[in-house]
């Protein structure tokens, strides 16, 4: 009987896991165990044997279901603290950083643009990019048979059969909110308009939308030379320095006289750099608004006059800021966007430098 107990307790102490457990549980207590059948040769015993070994044995069998029960209870701790250790999460440590997505280069400009022209007293103005016809040509002196209109790779919408009416178009410019503007406000004004245009047309300098800002002047007795004051103005809050403007005279539909304006620059080993040198780059065109258009848009073109200009915003955001490709702007490369882009706390400001 003893030899049986430390059997059975010393291999129960060391039993490794739940099933060497369960083994020795069989092994011992079990219906074949070695316990069990000690307790079957009860009855082969005279009574007075059994009064003896009968409590012994019970005795037994109790003592061991008790270490069974006891270890059963320790391993299964033990697998916990095993676990608790492996699975231990500090959640008092601070997050990893994230990261957060930045202003498109497009629209840093966008701002600066209006930040600049809004301290010159222009409001900002917009309009729809699918636009009428009569918007974005007829209204601007261009009409039906006119070459710009062709020029333009306008991007025509879809009109049901036998409907007859000029299909819609996706504006080629952002002159169109020059009419809707008069029309809405009259003169005098003072506006500008930031936007999308469309084309179709695609190689390294051109992509089938980009972004144009339109400005119109309107009141009395504004003239070619406010014009140029407000250009050259711009430019040199925008690029921070100096920038003088040379206007070649052109020829657009809807302005008289009318000039393509290059800024100054310097081409040293294929770079740009805007306010220097003796180079010249076009960056917009403009002139003064032709009687006809101030017509279209309900001014009486005897009593106001005044400039208007588009200039591309994707161009002179490549030269502020160095970027080679115009199609890099819409590839959304993250790794350009997070080179190029430009963070939500950098808002533009005259004062400080744009
Ligand atoms: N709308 C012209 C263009 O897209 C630019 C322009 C605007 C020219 C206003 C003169 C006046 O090319």
């Given at each position: 009987m003893n030899d049986l107990k430390t059997k059975y307790l010393s291999a129960i102490a060391a039993a490794a896991d739940e099933s060497a457990l369960e083994e020795l549980r069989v092994q011992a207590v079990?219906?074949?165990?070695?316990?069990?059948?000690?307790?079957?040769?009860?009855?082969?015993?005279?009574?007075?044997?059994?009064?003896?070994?009968?409590?012994?044995?019970?005795?037994?069998?109790?003592?061991?279901?008790?270490?069974?029960?006891?270890?059963?209870?320790?391993?299964?701790?033990?697998?916990?603290?095993?676990?608790?250790?492996?699975?231990?999460?500090?959640?008092?440590?601070?997050?990893?950083?994230?990261?957060?997505?930045?202003?498109?280069?497009?629209?840093?400009?966008?701002?600066?643009?209006?930040?600049?022209?809004?301290?010159?007293?222009?409001?900002?103005?917009?309009g729809p990019q699918v636009e009428q016809a009569w918007y974005n040509f007829d209204a601007l002196n261009i009409p039906g048979h006119h070459p710009a209109r062709a020029e333009m790779d306008t991007f025509y919408m879809h009109r049901a059969e036998g409907d007859d009416r000029p299909p819609h178009v996706l504006r080629t410019h952002t002159s169109p909110v020059q009419i809707r503007s008069m029309e809405k406000h009259g003169a005098p004004l003072r506006i500008i308009c930031p936007g999308r245009v469309y084309r179709a047309d695609y190689d390294q300098t051109h992509t089938p939308m980009f972004h144009q800002v339109e400005g119109l002047a309107i009141g009395k007795d504004i003239s070619m030379a406010n014009l140029k004051w407000v250009l050259e103005e711009f430019f040199s809050a925008y690029f921070g320095k100096k920038v003088k403007t040379r206007f070649r005279a052109s020829h657009f539909p809807f302005t008289e006289p009318s000039a393509e304006v290059d800024i100054q620059c310097s081409w040293e080993n294929g770079t740009v750099k805007v306010g220097e040198g003796d180079g010249w780059l076009e960056v917009l065109g403009s002139g003064m608004v032709h009687p006809k258009v101030l017509e279209a848009g309900g001014i009486d073109p005897k009593e106001w006059q005044g400039f208007a200009f588009g200039m591309g915003i994707d161009r002179i955001a490549m030269l502020k800021y160095g970027i080679p490709d115009l199609r890099a702007f819409f590839?959304?490369?993250?790794?350009?966007?997070?080179?190029?882009?430009?963070?939500?706390?950098?808002?533009?400001?005259?004062?400080?430098?744009?």
């Open positions: 079990g219906k074949k165990g070695e316990v069990s059948l000690k307790m079957r040769e009860l009855g082969k015993m005279t009574p007075e044997e059994r009064q003896v070994m009968g409590p012994q044995l019970n005795a037994l069998k109790d003592e061991i279901n008790s270490a069974l029960a006891a270890k059963k209870v320790a391993l299964a701790d033990a697998a916990l603290d095993i676990r608790l250790k492996e699975e231990w999460l500090d959640v008092t440590l601070p997050v990893r950083p994230q990261r957060q997505g930045s202003i498109h280069p497009v629209s840093q400009v966008w701002e600066e643009c209006t930040a600049i022209f809004a301290d010159m007293g222009f409001a900002v103005a917009e590839d959304s490369d993250l790794r350009w966007l997070r080179h190029y882009g430009f963070s939500a706390l950098q808002v533009p400001t005259i004062r400080g430098g744009v």
